[in-house]
């Protein structure tokens, strides 16, 4: 474990790896930062079986620079619909899809107020459902990168190429595509259940 704390950005159904930063460190999740387009601030990816799908939520006044705990969707878009659609036509046949899917649908059928609020029942959702006891930090203001931060915020994005492996393990659409590294937690979720833990740390 870290001595110093790691800085994340919030994130839509966290993919593995900022999971396993989350986990692993002394975390505090920066909501005080400019929202970024094309990242995981609004975005996850899923597995279907047409392969990788981004579920992204549409952001109102995307041209004007928005701190996270401000962001508000775009709810005239049925984005939620969409999303718990899209969810359900890719894991609808997983292994613990059934055990699991009341717990989301009812937080998808729920207007979301903010993409903060939104985001951080998920989160909460997914750590109770991992059965993990651990507070979710969030900052009070912008925190300035330096030495005393491990800074995670740029690191963890699509447009950056992850050196993190997480361990393979048995997706739903094995026999249709190779094995898909660091997707959501919600694809780990689904096809491990209980044991997704491990495939976490």
Known sequence: MSTKTT??????????????????????????????????????????ANGTFPLVIPIQNQHKKTPMHALQPDNQVKWQRQHWESIKAAYGSSAF??????????????????????????????????????????????????????????????????SFEPKPYLQIFAGKFPFQSNLSVLDLLFNQGTQSISYIL
């Open 7 to 48: 800085v994340l950005s919030m994130a839509y159904l966290p993919n593995i790896e900022w999971m396993h930063a989350f986990l692993s460190n002394n975390c505090i999740i920066d909501i005080y930062e400019n929202f970024q387009k094309q990242s995981y601030r609004n975005r996850a990816v899923i597995l279907s």
């Open 97 to 162: 899809y059934i055990h699991y899917a009341p717990y989301f649908e009812k937080l998808y059928h729920k207007p979301a107020l903010s993409v903060l609020q939104f985001e951080v029942e998920l989160l909460q959702l997914l750590l109770k459902l991992l059965k993990i006891d651990r507070p979710i930090n969030l900052s009070t203001e912008y925190i300035d990168a330096t030495e005393n931060y491990i800074d995670l915020r740029q690191t963890i994005s699509p447009k950056v190429i992850s």
